[in-house]
């Protein structure tokens, strides 16, 4: 009997399917059957059932045609309707990647209250819906105002075809909450989840984000530069890291879902806790997997479990597409882009964009491994890999990376404080034979048009009532300060006080500002652009009170004439400079840098006495007040405390083994010594302010005293409190005798730095917003 070479119009036996979807068909009757099953919903349910009995898509996509089916295929209308299908779900414009809302009269609305001004759509509780952004899998996304705090924010509301959905509504709820509990700088904030009583759909409250998407960036500008690659994959990267810690898993990280917030194109990741609840439904709706084969992960796409891994190939994909204008896999069917993600090796991007630096070039063809062991193992390690090229290339900027752990999760309050991280999935499997019905995301983004789809895997947990969820930052509250020093440009890292009047802070912009704190007036303005440029991490006043010494992003160390506000003395370090710090007897100082490395100097003659090593960057140092030991902070989570008394007295002194405190989880971004130098404190990533015997390391008191990172710690000059500031916005104070909290403030953004003042009851932080508020602990 001929083979039949045109469309099968009979159905096929099932061991026919069979043989088809373990791929011992000959081409033609292949073809000829998949332009039957196109057709066929009766066959369609077979193969369903097939498919779903544990089929490998590895060996279906090697089966599937190489080339562009003819045009008169019904394999065209087949993936038509799947595309069709998701667009009414996700409301994708036709090429899946836009940006385009949804208009307002094909969307039902009437769970809003009528407007109470003119111009707006109505109320939805407190909020002034002004627009509507677009519609995701999960509900709709709403533009509103919010009068309360005088803010516009983005809401994100079920779908009210699903109201009645249960296993949704839960999902929607939980997926949520743990999206607010992670807060980072480059991910988009989740203020509040809540339900509408009116109504009774969820919903949630988000940033609104002012910028344009990676994906629109890369459309205007075709490529980006070496820099601007390497800086959104520091970012992104530390973004993730702290999604990943919080145990969320992005698995659609794509140009769509990468936001460039203005003017300094920070990026920020969207759609963290929902599109898990979308695909759930999804599922159950179609039997179709959602997601972006230009960007999956083979092991997603095989429809295998996926741990945090399958998010880095992902940023590879999106890393490679930015510096040459082109996705690694493209190819002109979705099941051809998949066999390519599963089977071919990408181009080097040193071969299509020769302006890229070997070690980046080298960095995303690791996170295109084909095998996740083979990858980068952690989001932390990728942004420290592309934090020390940045610093190679001197374009560094700040970086905020969470050490991401395996056994806990630092959380929300409101949630358990070591829940442990179950990093699993559902292994859904995808039903080739629908070709296209993996193609693009599954929502529009949350932000005005920007698109995106997210499935984050959490610790499963079992369903909970619909419980209000505070913003992750409130308006502010706490003792008001007795002045805020604002407008200054940018946010400040580095931040000494000169004495009790002046107040010298290092800026992101590379300006120093001294102010008269008490008259809330700019004294004198210190411009880096004279002498070196890029953020300032720190500040250091010289022990005679001569000299302000400034650590930089661009390598170089500072040295301030405080007279005559002139530079006496700059000289370059190997990498960006994070800290430095004069000795007490001011004849040395000391510097710690990106590339691991303490190193101490004879300042004067500019000449390096002694080289100390950390694994990872050196975030602070700090002298004891004789000057005998050197304590040291790195993003390898240990204190080193090191003897270096002989240091400069006798030529080439070995330095001993230091003394190592361990007992932070993730890196350590603070120390500093009590008055007397008995005392030694560190802070964290892990949130904890820690206070340790100087001389035997024995670890005296463990204050859990943010939920977030502990930026920066200090003791008061009277020796009498503690402070310390954090990336939850508080600034607090303790008695260091008892541990009790004295004082506490929350800000509306992350603290970066705290001081106190020479009279030891002034109190100074600066932070995110560019701002410095003072407080009289006095009173």
Same mark, same amino acid.
């Given at each position: ?6 469309? !099968? ?79 009414? !779900? ?72 699903? #109201? ?13 909450? #743990? ?41 205007? #500008? ?473 001389? !035997? ?63 030891? !009851? ?18």
């Amino acid at each position: 009997m001929p083979i039949n070479t045109t469309t !099968t119009t009979e159905c096929p036996p099932l061991n026919e399917l069979e043989r088809l979807m373990r791929g011992r068909c000959t081409d033609a009757r292949a073809s000829a059957l998949c332009d039957h099953v196109g057709a066929c919903a009766a066959c369609q349910k077979r193969l369903d059932a097939l498919t779903g009995s544990g089929s490998d898509l590895t060996d279906n996509l090697r089966e599937a045609e190489k080339d562009t089916p003819p045009s008169d295929s019904s394999y065209w209308r087949a993936l038509a309707n799947a595309e069709d299908e998701l667009r009414r !779900t996700a409301a994708f414009p036709d090429n899946g990647l836009g940006n385009t809302p949804v208009p307002q009269d094909e969307l039902d609305l009437d769970f809003l209250q009528p407007p109470e001004k003119s111009g707006r759509l109505g109320k939805l509780a407190q909020f002034d819906v002004i627009r509507v952004v677009g519609r995701g899998g999960m509900g709709v996304v709403l533009h509103a105002y919010d009068p309360s705090l005088d803010r516009d924010v983005a809401i994100k509301v079920i779908d009210p075809q699903l #109201a009645n959905n249960e296993v949704a509504r839960q999902r929607f709820c939980r997926e949520a909450r #743990a999206a607010a509990a992670v807060t980072h700088d480059n991910l988009v904030a989740v203020h509040q989840v809540n339900e509408d009583e009116p109504s009774g759909l969820p919903y949630l409250v988000m940033q609104l984000v002012n910028g344009e998407s990676l994906e629109q960036r890369i459309r205007r #500008a075709g490529k980006l530069t070496a820099g601007e690659v390497a800086r959104l994959g520091m970012q992104a990267a530390a973004g993730l890291a702290a999604a990943h810690a919080g145990g969320l898993i992005h698995r659609d990280i794509k140009p769509a879902n990468m936001l460039l917030e203005s003017p300094v194109d920070r990026v920020k990741l969207t759609d963290f806790g929902l599109a898990r609840a979308a695909e759930d439904v999804k599922l159950t709706r179609t039997g179709f997997v959602a997601g972006s084969p230009l960007y999956m992960a083979p092991e997603q796409a095989r429809g295998d479990e996926v741990d945090a891994r399958a998010d880095l190939f992902s940023l590879g994909t999106v890393l490679y597409e930015a510096a040459t204008g082109t996705a690694p896999f493209d190819a002109k069917t979705p099941l051809a882009v998949l066999r390519r993600v599963s089977d071919e090796t990408q181009m080097p991007l040193m071969r299509i964009n020769r302006s890229i630096p070997k070690w980046l070039s080298d960095a995303v063809d690791k996170l295109l491994q084909k095998e996740p062991g083979d990858r980068f193992q952690t989001a932390s390690e990728v942004a420290e890999v592309f934090a020390s090229g940045l610093a190679e290339m001197h374009l560094l900027s700040p970086l905020d990376v969470p050490a991401e752990v395996c056994a806990g999760s630092r959380t929300s309050s409101t949630r358990a404080a070591r829940q442990p991280i179950c990093w699993k999935s559902v292994g859904y499997r995808a039903k080739p034979w629908v070709g296209g019905a993996i193609l693009g995301g599954l929502t529009v983004g949350l932000l005005w048009g920007f698109s995106g789809k997210s499935a984050p895997v959490v610790a499963e947990q079992p369903p909970s009532p619909i419980v209000p969820v505070a913003s992750v930052m409130p308006v502010e509250s706490g003792p008001e300060p007795r002045v805020v020093l604002n407008g200054n440009g940018g946010p400040v890292w580095g931040l000494t006080f000169l004495d009790n009047e002046r107040l010298a802070m290092g800026l992101e912009s590379g300006v120093v500002k001294i102010w008269d704190w008490q008259k809330s007036t700019v004294r004198n303005t210190l411009d880096q652009k004279e002498s070196n440029g890029g953020n300032i991490w720190s500040t250091s006043l010289s022990p005679d009170g001569k000299y302000l010494m400034t650590a930089s992003d661009d390598s170089a160390v500072t040295f301030w004439n405080l007279r005559t506000l002139s530079v006496e003395l700059s000289f370059p370090e190997s990498v960006s400079t994070k800290t430095a710090v004069f000795s007490p007897d001011g004849r040395h100082l000391a510097t710690g840098n990106r590339n691991s490395k303490v190193r101490i100097w004879d300042w004067a003659g500019q000449v390096p006495l002694v080289e100390l090593r950390h694994r990872g960057t050196v975030h602070s140092l700090t002298y004891n007040p004789d000057g005998s030991r050197l304590a040291s902070a790195g993003s390898d989570g240990k204190v080193r405390v090191w003897d270096v008394k002989d240091v400069g007295v006798t030529r080439d002194a070995p330095i001993k083994s230091p003394l190592e405190l361990t007992e932070h989880r993730g890196a350590v971004y603070s120390v500093a010594y009590n008055p007397d130098g008995s005392k030694l404190a560190s802070s964290g990533w892990d949130g904890y302010v820690r206070i340790w015997d100087a001389t !035997t390391g024995t670890q005296l008191q463990s204050i859990r005293g943010h939920d977030g990172d502990a930026w920066s710690v200090a003791f008061s000059n009277c020796g009498k409190w503690i402070a310390s500031a954090g990336s939850d916005g508080y600034v607090k104070v303790w008695e260091i005798e008892t541990g009790k909290e004295v004082f506490a403030y929350r800000g509306s953004r992350p603290f970066h730095v705290v001081r106190f003042a020479p009279d030891g !009851t002034t109190l100074a932080a600066g932070g995110r917003d560019g701002t410095v508020r003072v407080w009289d602990l006095k009173k």
